[in-house]
């Protein structure tokens, strides 16, 4: 006994219906989580790390390496260590990765940086070096970056230079600065 074209019909419409319902929620979960995908996508292509001249960056998968214009170039954490109840939006880590410098004085350019920072209202600044295959990036900063009420916390962030080239800027709230200083501390230089 066959079925009627009534049922048969009600059936491929029900398949185009349910079909069309997996495409679109397929497509705005692509969009809603585009970042993800493309993420996911370049972490496919290229690995876990992204060299730039003679330096190669981890890219942990949480984290996504993108353009930023003018050969520079962001890694941004895709995720957050804060746990706290969300008031207003979570910020994420980022480094900057500025495209290669002359460097030939490091403490000169960041002695005018500090001297900004002072300019700025910014009364506490820390230092630190952080090595890098016998290549000795110095790093100032520790300071909070105001959000104006943006952020639920606000972000510290860091300037670093080294002789050999290498600048960039870490901004992260303080529970995620562990893991970006982790990413900092495993670049490699190739010789």
Request: charged fraction near 25%; glycine fraction near 8%.
């Amino acid at each position: 006994m066959g079925m009627g074209p009534e049922k048969s019909m009600a059936r491929v419409h029900l398949k185009f219906t349910a079909l069309a319902i997996l495409v679109i929620g397929g497509m705005w979960a692509a969009h809603h989580h585009w970042i993800h995908v493309r993420s996911f996508a370049w972490h496919i292509l290229h690995g876990q790390a992204l060299q730039i001249g003679e330096y190669v960056f981890p890219v942990p998968w949480n984290w996504y390496p993108q353009e930023a214009g003018n050969g520079e170039r962001v890694l941004a954490r895709l995720d957050t260590d804060d746990r706290t109840p969300r008031r207003r939006m979570k910020a994420h880590a980022s480094i900057v990765l500025l495209p290669k410098q002359n460097n030939p004085d490091v403490n000169l350019q960041l002695s005018k940086r500090l001297d900004l920072l002072k300019k700025g209202g910014v009364d506490t600044v820390l230092q630190q070096n952080v090595n890098v295959n016998g290549d000795v990036m110095s790093c100032i900063g520790g300071h909070k970056f105001d959000s104006y009420g943006l952020y639920d916390s606000d972000p510290v962030t860091w300037y670093c230079k080294s002789f050999g080239g290498l600048d960039m800027v870490l901004t992260a709230t303080e529970v995620d600065l562990k893991e970006a200083w982790d990413l900092v501390a495993r670049i490699e230089k190739k010789r």
